[in-house]
């Protein structure tokens, strides 16, 4: 079965400062990877995507992510945060079989919190 | 363009009454997919529709849990005789491409 690991609950980061989220995955195949961010009383909103090629995957507001298949990591990064970075962030691993009959699964998420 | 839209965004209900939450996808999104967001549980996928049909329903967490798609549209998750434990946030999803899921703001369902 696949699983998603996010071993921080809170982190906390400083304005201007840069920020990487831990995201750790297992699946037995080749795995389709995303990072999504939700705001308080919002919906989750697509902020990037690893399907396959580069593993170095570009996203909205700043944000990459790098796709590592030996440490089965998948870590969020940021070069400068601003204060509307703060939310709840979802690591989530889709498989890659067609028809997507098992959705995603995510991760227990990572609150970020930005110190001003 | 228009995202994904669903109503009602708040419910209270008491316990065992039936409710019904509804999705309205992004159109021409061919796929559908309901999850459900909890404190306990975090993120769960319940169930997921290419056009009308659902090919698994094992994620709904019981028998109480059903839902339907029409017209390759709009799609209704009803819950019967609700429990406490069904309280949680009902986010609906859909996706073009497989796996590219866009997100709805989801409905907050309270049992009392």
């Known amino acids: 079965a696949q699983s998603v690991t996010q071993p921080d609950i809170h982190i906390t980061v400083s304005e201007g400062a840069s920020l990487e989220l831990r995201c750790n995955y297992s699946y037995g195949a080749t795995p389709y990877l995303f990072w999504y961010v939700q705001s308080p009383g919002q919906g989750l909103q697509l902020l990037l995507k690893y399907f396959s090629g580069d593993t170095l995957v570009q996203g909205i507001k700043g944000f990459e992510a790098e796709f590592k298949r030996s440490q089965s990591s998948f870590n969020l990064r940021k070069p400068s945060v601003h204060w509307s970075d703060a939310a709840e962030y979802f690591c989530a691993v889709g498989g890659s079989r067609r028809g997507g009959a098992d959705g995603l699964t995510f991760g227990k998420g990572t609150h970020l919190i930005i110190q001003p | 363009g228009a995202g994904v839209s669903q109503s009602p965004s708040n419910k209270v209900t008491e316990k065992g009454k039936d409710v019904e939450l509804r999705c309205d996808p992004i159109?021409?999104?061919?796929?559908l997919y309901w999850y459900r967001q909890s404190l306990g549980q975090g993120l769960e996928f319940l169930i997921y529709f290419q056009g009308n049909s659902a090919p698994d329903k094992s994620g709904l967490p019981s028998d109480r849990f059903s839902a339907e798609r029409t017209g390759g549209s709009v799609s209704t998750l009803t819950i019967q005789r609700t429990q406490q434990e069904d309280s949680a946030v009902y986010l609906c999803?859909?996706?073009?491409?497989?796996?590219?899921?866009?997100f709805g703001p989801g409905t907050r369902l309270t049992v009392t």
């Open positions: 159109s021409g999104h061919t796929a």
């Open positions: 999803a859909s996706s073009l491409e497989y796996y590219e899921q866009y």
